[in-house]
């Protein structure tokens, strides 16, 4: 058996790993509660702690792995770096990893972002991680894992470039090679730009536009043909770099899409997930109506959980 074949099993040995994580209770946190009246309270705040929360559940998830790694094998965690976890084959570095993102499944959107160039990916076994998770008790408890997705990293980029690159319009730019650079400035993101054809040339940006709609780009995004292309577009157009680029929740992932359906459709405490996020975005609204119902809601919750002796 190779070492690639080795490192790949050791890989799917932690995506099943990972797998029988939904339904578990991660101990990073545990949010404690003294009252039925500040369960209101509670519902409001809980959101404002997902990014300690998520970045506490990675720590966990890592040393998990790692306590489950077969002989020989290891996985380190990187904060900061690329991937979060790394697998070491005898203390020795793989190109074999898991990048892990934390979803707060009543947040507005999976916020995490996945920048990682495609060409950079190329021959090497990185998996990202997206982790489902709410409180246990919705408004207090531990983080629980709703459900675990594991998707190639070479997957996600391909979708991301697919959906985003669309010249003129929309250019993605592959990061410079840096590989000569010390580990701590090198480069590996891909950045979006999008065009200002208002601070544009008129003349030159109608005839490339005209250019391009008798013949559309058809090639791979992060292909030296397409690179060179779209620094000839930047050198000639006016474009801004999109703070928002490569979302995860919204390249159009297929695995992504169903994943996120599934976890927003799964029935929690009475109530589907997606019937939960509104009743928290009322929590925080200013309607007076909507916002007093939603209170109510979460007053029988916990006062179900108090007859249960869940405080």
Not at 51 to 62: D, H, K, T, W, Y
Not at 195 to 207: G, H, K, M
Not at 256 to 261: A, L, P, T, V
Not at 299 to 308: E, F, I, T
Request: proline residues 5%; contains cysteine; hydrophobic residues 40%.
């Amino acid at each position: 058996m190779t070492d690639r074949e080795r490192h790949l099993k050791q890989l799917e040995l932690a995506r099943h790993l990972l797998g029988d994580l939904a339904g578990e209770d991660i101990d990073a946190i545990d949010i404690k509660s003294v009252g039925v009246s500040e369960a209101p309270f509670l519902a409001k705040i809980v959101s404002k702690l997902s990014p300690m929360v998520g970045n506490l559940m990675e720590q966990r998830i890592v040393h998990f792995l790692d306590a489950h790694a077969n002989t020989g094998f290891s996985w380190m965690r990187q904060d900061p770096g690329f991937p979060d976890a790394l697998l070491l084959d005898d203390g020795r570095v793989t190109g074999t990893g898991i990048e892990i993102k934390a979803w707060y499944v009543l947040s507005t959107e999976i916020t995490g972002r996945f920048k990682e160039s495609q060409n950079l990916l190329a021959g090497k076994n990185i998996d990202v991680v997206i982790v489902a998770w709410c409180m246990s008790h919705m408004i207090f408890g531990k983080p629980k894992i709703l459900g675990v997705l594991g998707v190639p990293g070479a997957d996600i980029a391909a979708s991301r470039d697919f959906h985003y690159h669309n010249p003129p319009e929309y250019l993605i730019i592959e990061p410079q090679d840096t590989s000569r650079r010390s580990n701590n400035l090198q480069q590996s993101n891909v950045n979006g730009y999008r065009l200002q054809d208002s601070d544009c040339d008129v003349r030159e940006l109608r005839a490339i536009q005209e250019h391009y709609r008798l013949h559309p780009f058809t090639g791979s995004p992060p292909s030296r043909e397409a690179q060179e292309e779209a620094a000839q577009l930047k050198n000639k157009l006016i474009y801004r770099m999109d703070t928002n680029f490569a979302k995860i929740d919204r390249i159009d992932n297929p695995h992504i899409e169903e994943f996120k359906s599934a976890m927003l459709t799964e029935e929690y405490l009475g109530l589907t997930i997606s019937q939960w996020k509104s009743i928290f975005r009322d929590l925080n609204g200013t309607a007076v109506g909507p916002r007093t119902r939603a209170e109510r809601v979460i007053r029988d919750l916990y006062d179900g959980m108090l007859s249960r002796g869940l405080e």
